[in-house]
């Protein structure tokens, strides 16, 4: 019987396209099976990372908890031993505060000086205001000071001579009634150490426009002087205030930096607190000081 070649190829042809089609079939189901068992892996190997974290975590929040116990204890240790520490270092010392920020308070310093028998005379706020003044309340002032030029130092070296000589007390009555600064405490005694607060929540020039012409003006009266701030200060003064040769404590917020502020204004030096500018947390003791 004659054989059509025509019907014989596609016969081939089709046999092979069978085969194809059964071989790609078989390699797909294999390639599923492979896929559904590598998802399988991963997501065991997800779980057990997941259960790891999870115990991980839970040992991270024990020792949290462990850590903050401790740190409680240790607080509650030095606000015990604390008043007794620093009690009469201070003793009948007139301390006067100038606090060129009002980003920040010093409630708490004040209180550890008064603790340690220092007598915290006066607390003068020098305000932004001096910064903004518009041009009446610049005149209004040159006017009273009978000055042409360069106010702002002028008022700041009459609020030094005020806060430290009692000179000028008619002077500060104006600037307080102008909002200039804000006073609290009298001037009737003489300054034995001046702590100058400063830090602020934006970086400007404000630090050297008041406090190194307030520093300047103290060490002219030849008086210690201290440059203080709180932990968390935007922007820090303590490079400033090492430039002008003070001693320093970055961290007089706390109980470790008001023990450093009263030991330096007893008579450490040195620049104090937790900051990098610091050379050390505190002031090192004498063994005879740890003696007693």
Known sequence: MFINIKYLVITVISIFLALGIGILIGIQVDSQDIILEQQEITVQKMENKFDELNRLNFDLQS??????????????????????????KLQDLHIVIIETTDDYTYTNMREALKMAGGKVTSVTLISERLLFMSNEDKNELMEHFGVDENIIHVVLKNIVETVIDNNQVDDITFLIEKGIIYVNGDFANPADYVVIAGGSREKNDKQDIIDVPIIREVKKRSLPVIGVEVSDVANSYIELFKKEKLSTVDNVDTIIGQTSLILVISGKEGHFGVKKTANSLMPFLSEEEKSR
């Open 63 to 88: 020792q949290i908890k462990q850590l903050s116990m401790f740190h409680e204890l240790n607080e509650n240790y030095i606000k015990n031993i604390f008043p007794d520490y620093i009690k009469n």
